[in-house]
């Protein structure tokens, strides 16, 4: 049974349709979960606002409003509201969370598929109770270093602070930098994000500040720019550390003075933004070796967070996988269930060096190709490991190259069995071999044979 704080939760179901209604009350209700009805967002926003409701599950399309204004009534009273939605509307229950949906439902749905979304946003819920702060769209994190930084996020994120993300490629800035932004006072107005490292030095100022007709060759009209689209709201500078000389002192006058100019006019315009940046570079290696101005480094440096990599995170792993596998059930239409003991080990194994991204697709990837059922160890995908070196230069006086292999194979063996806490099958998963040829190769091990 899914309890908040230790007490059955109580959720308030929202749907024109009677049907619909009692068909996935009867779901949440089987959960161990007391449920209130409303048939239309006016009725919802009375509920939320006269009595305490744990979590809000809402269709988006009803004859006296939509969804969007149940979110808005859940934000007011603080309550995570999950946006339930056609397949086809994706893209709506996306513009959802961006608003500040706690998470989005997908029709047609399956029992396990109202559960796994449940917990993952009650988990959240829980997580705050007890004091351990989690913003939205982030799941909660057993890994210390990472509480932190969700507790100081926490903190900012209502204000108009400048934070500046660092970490690993695939550690989740983006998802953080938009987590800041959906629990921020600008949360009503426009998320503009550009990569810094993906557009030249040529189009990256244009693409920044806009151009008027006639700016450059081939401008034949205007463009606004990230400054124009985010205003009122945030600006995400992703890739800083990319960013050329030239451009950064052009940022550097806009943290500085808050104006900037369109690319072919004289008159200051007025940036009223918040910045996040994020970088996977080190800039104060930067600074020192003058490739990243101090001035600027300094202007941005004023909220540092630094996102750790999830082979820190290795007890994060389980409840990643599953919100995926929930986010992959919505996404495609799959109605895979859960992940079994022996699948869940072999990701905790993984060292996932493109950290919360690359497990993600593995999850994406598996959900998509099961289609329903139990992921299981055969379901996961072959997962990258580092090589072993093919470059190891061979001695003048040459190598007895049946020790040398015998050798290195044994040490593979002994790191896959470490590695999987002594799980035969695991392990044999791990150097892709059956379970019996493992089983010989240790007990000639074992003998000192080869």
Same mark, same amino acid.
């Given at each position: 049974?899914?309890?908040?704080?230790?007490?059955?939760?109580?959720?308030?179901?929202?749907?024109?349709? @009677?049907?619909?209604?009692?068909?996935?009350?009867?779901?949440?209700?089987?959960?161990?979960?007391?449920?209130?009805?409303?048939?239309?967002?006016?009725?919802? @926003?009375?509920?939320?606002?006269?009595?305490?409701?744990?979590?809000?599950?809402? *269709?988006?399309?009803?004859?006296?409003?939509?969804?969007? !204004?149940?979110?808005?009534?859940?934000?007011?009273?603080?309550?995570?509201?999950?946006?339930?939605?056609?397949?086809?509307?994706?893209?709506?229950?996306?513009? @959802?969370?961006?608003?500040?949906?706690?998470?989005?439902? @997908?029709?047609?749905?399956?029992?396990?598929?109202?559960?796994?979304?449940?917990?993952?946003?009650?988990?959240?819920?829980?997580?705050?109770?007890?004091?351990?702060?989690?913003?939205?769209?982030?799941?909660?994190?057993? #890994?210390?270093?990472?509480?932190?930084?969700?507790?100081?996020?926490?903190?900012?994120? !209502?204000?108009?602070?400048?934070?500046?993300?660092?970490?690993?490629?695939?550690?989740?800035?983006?998802?953080?930098?938009?987590?800041?932004?959906?629990?921020?006072?600008?949360?009503?107005?426009?998320?503009?994000?550009?990569?810094?490292?993906?557009?030249?030095?040529?189009?990256?100022?244009?693409?920044?500040?806009?151009?008027?007709?006639?700016?450059?060759?081939?401008?034949?009209?205007? /463009?606004?720019?990230?400054?124009?689209?985010?205003?009122?709201?945030?600006?995400?500078?992703?890739?800083?550390? *990319?960013?050329?000389?030239?451009?950064?002192?052009?940022?550097?006058?806009?943290?500085?003075?808050?104006?900037?100019?369109?690319?072919?006019?004289?008159?200051?315009?007025?940036?009223?933004?918040?910045?996040?940046?994020?970088? $996977? /570079? #080190?800039?104060?290696?930067?600074?020192?070796?003058?490739?990243?101005?101090?001035?600027?480094?300094?202007?941005?440096?004023?909220?540092?967070? $630094?996102?750790?990599?999830?082979?820190?995170?290795?007890? *994060?792993?389980?409840?990643?996988? /599953?919100?995926?596998?929930? *986010?992959?059930?919505?996404?495609?239409?799959?109605?895979?269930?859960?992940?079994?003991?022996?699948?869940?080990?072999?990701?905790?194994? $993984?060292?996932?060096?493109?950290?919360?991204?690359?497990?993600?697709?593995?999850?994406?990837?598996?959900?998509?190709?099961?289609?329903?059922?139990?992921?299981?160890?055969?379901?996961?995908?072959?997962? !990258?490991?580092?090589?072993?070196?093919?470059?190891?230069?061979?001695?003048?006086?040459?190598?007895?190259?049946?020790?040398?292999?015998?050798?290195?194979?044994?040490?593979?063996?002994?790191?896959?069995?470490?590695?999987?806490?002594?799980?035969?099958?695991?392990?044999? #998963?791990?150097?892709?071999?059956?379970?019996?040829?493992?089983?010989?190769?240790?007990?000639?091990?074992?003998?000192?044979?080869?």
């Amino acid at each position: 049974m899914l309890k908040l704080g230790g007490v059955m939760a109580v959720v308030l179901l929202v749907d024109d349709d @009677a049907s619909a209604r009692t068909v996935l009350g009867r779901i949440v209700t089987r959960l161990g979960h007391e449920v209130i009805a409303a048939d239309g967002s006016v009725r919802a @926003a009375t509920v939320l606002s006269a009595r305490k409701v744990d979590l809000t599950l809402t *269709d988006m399309e009803m004859p006296d409003g939509s969804g969007f !204004d149940v979110l808005e009534a859940g934000i007011r009273a603080k309550v995570p509201v999950i946006i339930v939605t056609g397949h086809g509307s994706v893209e709506m229950a996306v513009g @959802a969370m961006r608003k500040g949906a706690a998470n989005f439902l @997908a029709k047609p749905f399956t029992p396990d598929s109202v559960a796994s979304v449940i917990e993952d946003v009650l988990g959240r819920g829980a997580a705050t109770a007890t004091g351990e702060s989690t913003p939205a769209f982030f799941p909660a994190s057993t #890994n210390a270093e990472l509480k932190r930084v969700l507790a100081t996020l926490e903190r900012v994120a !209502d204000t108009d602070a400048t934070v500046l993300l660092t970490g690993e490629s695939g550690t989740g800035k983006e998802v953080i930098a938009r987590a800041i932004h959906a629990t921020s006072k600008r949360r009503g107005r426009a998320f503009a994000a550009v990569n810094c490292g993906a557009i030249p030095e040529a189009l990256l100022e244009s693409e920044l500040f806009g151009h008027a007709r006639g700016a450059f060759t081939g401008a034949t009209t205007g /463009r606004r720019g990230r400054f124009q689209v985010a205003e009122g709201g945030t600006l995400f500078l992703d890739e800083i550390g *990319d960013m050329s000389p030239v451009l950064q002192v052009k940022l550097l006058r806009v943290l500085q003075e808050r104006t900037y100019e369109v690319l072919g006019e004289s008159t200051p315009v007025t940036a009223d933004v918040r910045f996040i940046a994020a970088t $996977h /570079r #080190n800039l104060t290696k930067m600074v020192a070796d003058g490739t990243f101005r101090e001035d600027l480094f300094y202007r941005l440096n004023v909220i540092p967070l $630094h996102l750790p990599p999830l082979r820190e995170r290795v007890g *994060d792993i389980p409840s990643l996988a /599953r919100k995926f596998v929930a *986010d992959a059930n919505a996404a495609h239409g799959r109605n895979v269930s859960g992940i079994s003991d022996t699948a869940m080990t072999i990701l905790e194994s $993984h060292s996932w060096p493109g950290n919360v991204r690359e497990l993600s697709n593995v999850v994406e990837r598996a959900v998509v190709l099961k289609g329903a059922g139990v992921l299981e160890a055969d379901d996961v995908p072959p997962l !990258d490991e580092r090589q072993v070196r093919s470059d190891m230069a061979l001695p003048l006086a040459g190598l007895d190259l049946a020790d040398t292999l015998a050798r290195l194979e044994r040490s593979l063996i002994e790191q896959a069995m470490e590695r999987v806490r002594g799980n035969k099958t695991l392990a044999a #998963n791990l150097l892709r071999i059956n379970r019996t040829t493992l089983v010989e190769k240790l007990k000639r091990s074992e003998s000192g044979g080869r």
